[in-house]
């Protein structure tokens, strides 16, 4: 049985167990070797998950993308966890002008508050990534990218005071 076979549809219409179960017996058998990414999950839901991923010899992997660390040592007592670095200001920066402008330079007029706004991503490079893809979208101006700046600013303040 694989997954695949299901059509979306009919997977939407399973409960959470039976959608499990499901899993848990198209990853089962010695043949089957999986990799399995699940990226910004917290540890209760792993707690809630962990049942449906077998414990077989096939060599096979779970890769947990975290901001906690803990979720890795608590996964597995072979787990192997790598604490990645916050990105510089400066990676952050260049990060945002290739998603930005790809292969073409920056005009001068956006170089100064598109530092601004590389710098209020914080080091998160997924931050860079989204604010990238609305900076890409819209027109490519002062005025529209201090907008953007000041509603970054002002959401960061907003969460750092809570």
């Known amino acids: 049985m694989s997954m695949s076979s ?8 399973f ?4 959608l499990g179960n499901k899993l848990y017996q198209s990853l089962c058998g010695e043949e089957i070797r999986y990799l399995i ?23 096979s992997r779970i890769l947990f993308i975290t901001w906690f660390q803990k979720i890795g040592f608590q996964a597995s007592n072979k787990s192997i966890v790598r604490k990645l670095r916050f990105l510089t200001d400066d990676e952050c920066w260049k990060l945002l002008q290739m998603k930005v402008f790809h292969d073409v330079s920056c005009p001068l007029e956006l170089v100064d508050i598109g530092m601004k706004i590389a710098r209020n991503c914080d080091g998160l490079p997924l931050a860079v990534v989204v604010i990238a893809a609305i900076l890409a979208d819209m027109k490519k101006n002062k005025t529209k990218w201090e907008e953007v700046a000041k509603s970054l600013s002002s959401h960061i303040s907003k969460t750092t005071a809570a």
Do not use: A, C, M
Not at 6 to 13: H, N, Q, T, V
Not at 15 to 18: G, S, V
């Open 15 to 18: 409960d959470e167990d039976t």
């Open 37 to 59: 990414i699940l990226d910004d999950i917290w540890v209760d839901v792993w707690y809630n998950l962990h049942r449906y991923f077998p414990e077989n010899q096939s060599g």
């Open 6 to 13: 299901f059509e979306r549809d009919e997977l939407s219409k």
